[in-house]
């Protein structure tokens, strides 16, 4: 669990800081600034922001959000009905079926990549991947895009997995990636014999070297360079890294989350979000049951079921939900067929996605699939459709477009994509 | 794809009268001929180059290029002090016959070919990795190299070798590659890369193209290409010729944690896996030709035949594709950028990169020979002195680049002596300990490729390592056997161990003033501080905590000695030692 001394030197090193200020000469150390600087464009709307549940492996749809109860390839989970009559989902999701009101469960997603690495590119940036560009993540463009470049937390945070990087956008879009949510992320603590007094020391000795250097080069490389330095020291005396210090949350609230790394995770993604955070990424991991579907995929629901409903419940009595989109994803579905191992094997054909939050009409379901949830039989949604609602919901304009490093135009969302009007408010 | 080239090379060496018809016997593949053409061409555009780097200056920017190492800092202080002529050609030749050279080059391959590869249950990398470092330790002519690839078949393993899952941070020394290439000759490390691709033809074809003849083919993947004359069917034609390649399991039994042994090899039928699939068929049973409409057959020698088609030398982009990738990975960008994205109307290269492709040609595609030339050219010997907004144009002074990831990890070792501690002291874990920490560097540096990069691209969280993390920290810190201790052990006053410092992490001496300020810094009366013990012993995520304890149990002994540290840290952390120069 947390260690509260690390926590404590990180908050020491904020009131310190500011004392040593006129040692640094490049700036590294500037002067501390009170908290996060106030959303930029004030007096408009807060941007929106954004919260991916990743389940990484390929979620079975059939046996989450589309249950086929009594057939040959509905397996043994039974359907429950939800707060919105008529809508049924798994047995194993009671707590989010409580919540159903607030979510749209889009059964009638498609795509056609069913390999693991394209096909989580694909849902990652809303392009199937192509050799030629580097298309950015979702929460890299909402970094670029609504993001406060001067933000002392970073604009695009990603829990427990790597997520995909800024691409054209460039590495500073990339997602701040914590790999485990129970602890403080890494390399933001001084090091232990490195007192306030003594960094402040040795930043000075940095400046001087960093001068010298400008100075036989003169190239701006190297005060590109000092740049990131400086956000790094920023982030480091920001009284906002509290916000990953989860021990200040009641222990109710942290059992009703779920004490596992997802659960933890989407609390941590609340309180980032609540310290200005653009976008962050949670992942669960395991849902490639290629083998044992029905018990691992039981078991994952036991971890996603409290986190996923205590996130939703938690942002609206929080009074963040309207501007919060919970957005549960992973690559592709699970086969309806049951494989020799009691397993499912991928399905990109036909599969599902939720939204909650974020302005969206909850309380619907947006497509079908067949009987069996083989294919999709009503309101096939692709993922570029998928784009296309989310940057509508967001506030990003789909339209815009940007330019790879080899020329070619990239628009924000594929042209192919058109947003589900049902779902926008 | 709308290629907006940046011929800003190109273009400008193109209005200089085209060279003379290529005399016979080939032209020689020397500097000489690079040297003439930029020298003409800064005269024309009334270029001032930036002076000539210095030797320490050199030593560095070659060693990392060519070896990816840093200078040891004997060998750095005897090269600055050196007086004899040629002493820079002499040390190329040097740092091109270390067993460092194979070491980075296979790497090097290693992490373009294979990258993060996804099929780790058939992939078995260190055959593959054992296979390149065969062909980089005998310079083995880039041609048979490729057409080796291309063509390879055989077994992909020995068998009972390890997966290795995600990224691709496993290294190959002699010792191995000895080792795995005999036990079993059987096997043709090579065939791993068309594994890589085993279910998709398509991008095997378009990594082929791209990686080796600069064409990117597969922008004419879904549609024709928008701004070269490349059609769908082209594509399709190209990607065809891998469309005879099968792939037979021989262990069909479950193998937890080991690679599967695969025959790859060519069938007389269209037979890749996927075949049937409805969205592949388009691919696989188009007729089977090269770039330029050279029918390549349709049996099971297609393979075999587009091997000889990409490096023939009647091949327009394939020596071009190399030398221009070499010519960026030395002077941080292409003649034509992007490098790897040549015009299918080759009357448009620069002129200065068809010479070069026609004499490394000439001269039996002979690598060592091509970064010879490069290194001993004046373009490649200039300072990093960027003058005014336009400075540095046309190779008229070096850029600054950052540091390969795993160039850089080396550096940060290599500098503070850990490896020799982790020998030291946890021997028997040394090799899970640098793979925790290449792992770190592979996933905060990660830069796809080296493109010309405008502007400096970093990340906080990878400030945040060089700042915080206790490889920079403890690996600076006093403990016997790392290199602070022994600079401070070393006889000689304090001058002398700044300039041992600098040589260690700069791989120069420190100017006057530089060696005043670092002496005043350590007059500087304060208090020591106390050596803590770690608080986070339990989370030895980044592998570093045996250094750490040893850090805690010697550590700096007064103040003195801390001021030392603290030069030291801040040498691992300036632009000069991450960047090259």
């Known amino acids: 669990m947390t260690d509260r001394r690390e926590f404590l030197r990180w908050s020491l090193l904020g009131t310190l800081a500011s004392q040593f200020g006129s040692l640094d000469r490049l700036g590294v150390f500037d002067a501390q600034e009170g908290g996060q600087a106030a959303p930029k464009a004030a007096g408009k709307l807060q941007p929106k922001a954004c919260i991916v549940l990743w389940m990484n492996g390929g979620p079975s749809h059939v046996d989450t959000w589309d249950p086929k109860p009594g057939t040959k390839e509905g397996g043994p989970f039974k359907a429950i009905r939800t707060s919105v009559k008529g809508i049924e989902i798994c047995e194993h999701l009671p707590q989010v079926a409580a919540q159903m009101e607030h979510l749209a469960i889009l059964r009638g997603m498609t795509s056609r990549e069913g390999n693991h690495q394209r096909a989580a590119q694909l849902l990652h940036t809303g392009y199937s991947p192509n050799p030629t560009v580097a298309f950015p993540a979702l929460g890299s463009l909402m970094a670029e895009e609504l993001g406060d470049a001067e933000a002392e937390l970073p604009n695009f945070v990603s829990l427990a997995g790597p997520s995909t990087g800024g691409g054209i956008l460039g590495v500073r879009f990339n997602p701040f990636v914590v790999q485990n949510p129970l602890e403080p992320p890494q390399n933001v603590a001084l090091w232990r014999n490195a007192g306030e007094a003594r960094f402040a020391r040795r930043l000075a000795l940095l400046g001087e070297l960093e001068a010298g250097f400008k100075g036989t080069t003169l190239d701006p490389k190297v005060d590109e360079r000092q740049e990131v330095y400086r956000k790094a020291v920023k982030l480091m005396r920001s009284p906002r890294l509290k916000a990953f210090d989860l021990t200040t949350e009641p222990e109710s609230l942290k059992r009703a989350y779920g004490t596992t790394p997802f659960g933890q995770g989407c609390l941590l993604a609340r309180r980032l979000i609540e310290n200005g955070v653009r976008c962050v990424e949670v992942t669960l991991d395991g849902w490639d049951t290629h083998k044992d579907n029905f018990g691992r995929t039981k078991t994952l629901m036991g971890t996603l079921d409290p986190a996923m409903a205590t996130l939703v419940a938690d942002l609206r009595q929080r009074d963040l939900l309207d501007s919060t989109l919970v957005v549960w994803i992973g690559e592709f579905g699970r086969t309806p067929v049951i494989n020799g191992d009691e397993g499912r094997d991928h399905h990109p054909g036909a599969w599902s996605a939720v939204l909650a939050g974020g302005g969206i009409r909850g309380g619907q379901v947006v497509g079908a699939t067949d009987s069996a949830g083989d294919k999709v039989v009503d309101a096939p949604t692709t993922v570029p459709d998928l784009y296309a609602t989310l940057a509508a919901t967001l506030g990003l304009d789909a339209e815009k477009t940007f330019i790879s490093p080899s020329g070619r135009p990239i628009k924000l969302v594929d042209k192919a994509g058109k947003p589900l009007r049902q779902l926008l408010g | 794809m709308i290629g907006i080239r940046l011929v800003f090379s190109g273009l400008l060496l193109a209005a200089v009268p085209a060279p003379p018809e290529r005399p016979e016997p080939a032209p020689s593949l020397s500097s000489a001929s690079i040297d003439e053409a930029l020298r003409r061409q800064w005269k024309t555009e009334k270029i001032r180059p930036a002076p000539l780097c210095d030797d320490a200056t050199f030593l560095r920017r070659a060693s990392l290029d060519i070896t990816g190492t840093l200078p040891p800092p004997d060998v750095a202080y005897a090269f600055i002090h050196d007086v004899r002529p040629g002493k820079r050609g002499a040390a190329v030749d040097s740092l091109l016959a270390t067993r460092k050279y194979t070491d980075y080059w296979t790497g090097y391959w290693d992490a373009l070919l294979i990258g993060r590869a996804t099929r780790a249950q058939f992939l078995d990398r260190a055959s593959f990795q054992a296979w390149m470092y065969r062909a980089f330790e005998k310079n083995t002519p880039w041609n048979k190299v490729v057409a080796d690839l291309v063509s390879a078949s055989g077994k992909n393993s020995p068998g009972e070798m390890p997966r290795i899952k995600n990224l691709g941070v496993s290294r190959m020394d002699k010792a191995r590659a000895d080792e795995l290439l005999a036990s079993d000759p059987s096997v043709n490390g090579a065939v791993n890369w068309i594994i890589k691709y085993g279910q998709l033809p398509q991008d095997l074809a378009g990594a082929t193209s791209k990686t080796f003849l600069g064409v990117q083919i597969q922008c004419a993947q879904c549609h024709d290409h928008k701004t070269e004359k490349w059609t769908q069917g082209d594509f399709r034609s190209f990607a065809s010729a891998f469309s005879h390649t099968k792939f037979d399991v021989l262990d069909k039994e479950r193998k937890p944690g080991e690679v599967k042994r695969v025959e790859v090899g060519d069938a007389q039928r269209v037979v890749f896996p996927g075949a049937r699939q409805e969205e592949l068929k388009p691919f696989l049973n188009a007729p089977p030709k090269g770039l330029d409409g050279t029918s390549l057959g349709g049996d099971a020698g297609t393979r075999k035949a587009l091997a000889d088609w990409i490096t023939s030398p009647r091949n327009p982009w ?20 992007p490098f790897d994205d040549l015009p299918a109307d080759l009357s448009k290269l620069p002129p200065l990169l068809t ?29 990093a002195l960027k003058q005014g907004k336009e400075g540095g144009r046309l190779w008229s002074a070096h850029p600054l680049r950052p540091l390969r990831p795993e160039v850089l990890m080396d550096a940060l070792i290599q500098a503070t002596n850990v490896d020799a501690l982790l020998q030291d002291h946890a021997a028997e874990r040394r090799d899970q300990i640098k793979t925790q920490i290449i792992q770190q560097f592979v996933f905060l540096f990660d830069v796809d490729e080296e493109h010309e990069q405008r502007s400096f691209e970093g990340t906080i969280p990878q400030a945040l390592l060089l700042l915080n993390s206790r490889l920079t920290n403890d690996g600076t810190s006093v403990i016997p056997g790392a290199a602070l201790a022994q600079v401070l052990h070393q006889p000689g006053d304090d001058a002398t161990r700044i300039q041992n410092l600098y040589l260690r992490a700069l791989s120069r001496e420190p100017t006057a003033d530089e060696l005043k300020r670092c002496l005043a810094f350590l007059a500087v009366p304060r208090s020591a501080q106390a050596n803590l013990p770690e608080t986070r012993a ?44």
Not at chain 2, 318 to 337: D, K, Q, S, T, Y
């Open chain 2, 355 to 383: 010479a070069l492709g026609g004499e490394f040609a000439a001269n039996g595609y002979d690598l060592k020979r091509l970064i010879r030339a490069i290194c001993l050219s004046q373009a490649y010997q200039r300072a």
């Open chain 2, 318 to 337: 394939f020596a071009p594709a190399i030398v221009n990738r070499m010519w960026a990975h030395f002077l941080g960008g292409g003649l034509l950028e």
């Open chain 2, 538 to 581: 339990a989370k030895d995520r980044d592998g570093m905590g045996p250094i750490a304890r040893l850090a805690v149990r010697t550590g700096a002994r007064d103040a003195r000695e801390q001021a030392f540290e603290d030069i030291f840290w801040a040498l691992l952390n300036s632009s000069e030692f991450n960047l090259n120069h």
